[in-house]
């Protein structure tokens, strides 16, 4: 076969795993540069591992658990993962000068040593071409390509804690790099690595948590738990390492759940909400839902020294059920955000309305028994009704408004000086009603009178 592109660079993330809460994982393809394949918590699941980038999945053995997008590798129960498509045609397209890259999140059971990972010829594990590349042997993590000297560690990892794990290999300066929780862990010069598919010319494909017989301690079946892997057809410098690093172990490292807003105020349209610090937390973000918790209205994003002080939606529906949450904002390289706080429902108050009376014609005079136009002015939408000394003026009984008035013809029944009154009921329940007198108006007897 033609000679094969000439880099090859691994990354791993081991680590304890604190079960992840809904909103805390939302993980797309990282860019540093983008991977060739990407498997993370958005797209781990029961039915095995899904390529982000749509190049390779990967299906399961022996019934490993997956929840939250991580899945646990139990090696007392041969557990493991293999990659279903040949990804040798890949680097061969690239000519001798590819580069590649990996990098995943794994928890490390306490127990645990063996195969983290595993490069392979087949899709069959421990046959035919497999070495594997990343291993735990005595708590202590050791790094190889094949057929080079391998490298031990020098930084050592805490298991049951996340860990960032990974290897850099570079064909044409011959360096293989290793790195962990984004510190170089140890270097070997002069590795001329043999690839699968050149010197052996079968595929190339990847295990996980798999057994192999060519290993660097035992090779059992691995014990831990994968929530990240990542593969680049580049050769990551150091600081792409830590780049990448910070860009993964937020998403694993999540803010602490915000306690449910507190409603501090409100009115028929406003509402101000108030909550506690969060530690490290960045910022806040806060979404007001309508009623069903669901259907999104709108969102405010409060800086860390208003979130005691309070925060003020505006624009609402008087006596309308909403619901607001709050989420922590992280600094998306130690912290990731916070999943959502539970939602607190209030309801705004019911909406006050205006009234006001006077005649058409802009005047405080009228003619007794002349037809005088009144104009009541309202706020809202409703039916106004109409009332001279105590009595319903007839003809003037719940006349809806338009265009924000309402009018009555009115013939004055007596002379002297009087007001007239009026109520409004809106045509909305969201509204309250409302009442109000004219100024006072001098009804003048007719000058034809007898």
């Known amino acids: 076969m ?23 994982f939302a993980a797309p393809l990282l860019s540093n540069p983008t991977p060739i394949v990407e498997y993370n918590a958005s797209t781990i699941s029961a039915g095995g591992m899904t390529d982000a980038a749509g190049l390779t999945n990967a299906t399961f053995a022996n019934s490993p658990t997956v929840s939250g997008g991580v899945v646990t590798f139990l090696g007392s129960s041969s557990q493991y993962a293999v990659t279903s498509t040949d990804l040798s045609p890949t680097f061969h397209a690239r000519g001798v000068s590819s580069e590649k890259t990996v990098s995943a999140f794994v928890y490390i059971y306490p127990t645990g040593d063996g195969v983290i990972f595993d490069e392979l010829g087949t899709t069959t594990i421990n046959n035919s071409w497999h070495d594997t590349q990343i291993e735990l042997t005595g708590g202590v993590l050791k790094f190889r390509v094949w057929n080079c000297s391998q490298i031990t560690s020098n930084v050592s990892i805490s298991l049951n804690t996340w860990n960032y794990v990974g290897f850099t290999y570079d064909q044409p300066t011959q360096i293989m790099t290793a790195y962990v929780n984004g510190s170089q862990a140890g270097q070997l010069t002069g590795c001329a690595r043999s690839t699968s598919w050149v010197e052996n010319s079968v595929g190339l494909y990847y295990g996980f948590g798999s057994t192999s017989g060519t290993n ?14 990542d593969l680049y057809a580049a050769a990551l410098t150091s600081s792409q390492v830590t780049s990448a690093y910070n860009s993964v172990r937020s998403n694993f490292n999540p803010l602490a759940t915000p306690a449910a807003p507190v409603i501090s105020g409100k009115s028929a349209d406003t509402v101000t909400i108030i909550d506690t610090a969060v530690a490290n937390a960045s910022s806040y973000l806060s979404y007001l839902y309508a009623s069903d918790g669901t259907t999104f209205i709108d969102s405010r994003t409060i800086t860390t020294g208003a979130i005691g002080t309070g925060t003020t939606f505006t624009g609402l529906t008087p006596s309308t059920t909403y619901v607001v949450k709050m989420m922590a904002v992280g600094d998306l390289a130690t912290y990731g955000n916070s999943p959502w706080s539970n939602g607190t429902t209030f309801t705004t108050n019911a909406g006050t309305t205006s009234l006001s009376l006077a005649l058409n014609s802009g005047l405080t005079t009228a003619t007794y028994r002349a037809v005088t136009r009144i104009k009541a002015t309202v706020s809202v939408a409703g039916k106004v009704t109409f009332y001279f000394r105590g009595k319903k003026i007839p003809g003037c009984i719940k006349i809806l408004s338009a265009a924000g008035f309402a009018y009555c013809d009115w013939r004055p029944s007596s002379h002297g000086l009087f007001a007239v009154t009026a109520t409004f009921t809106p045509t909305s329940a969201n509204y309250l009603p409302s009442s109000a007198t004219s100024p006072i108006l001098n009804l003048s007897a007719r000058s034809n009178n007898r």
């Not at 660097?216 to 892997?229: D, E, P, R, T, V």
């Open 2 to 24: 033609k000679s094969f592109a000439k880099v090859l660079i691994l990354g791993l993330f081991l680590s304890a795993y604190l079960a992840p809460q809904e909103g805390a």
């Open 216 to 229: 660097m301690g035992s090779g059992a079946y691995g014990n831990f738990k994968l929530g990240q892997f």
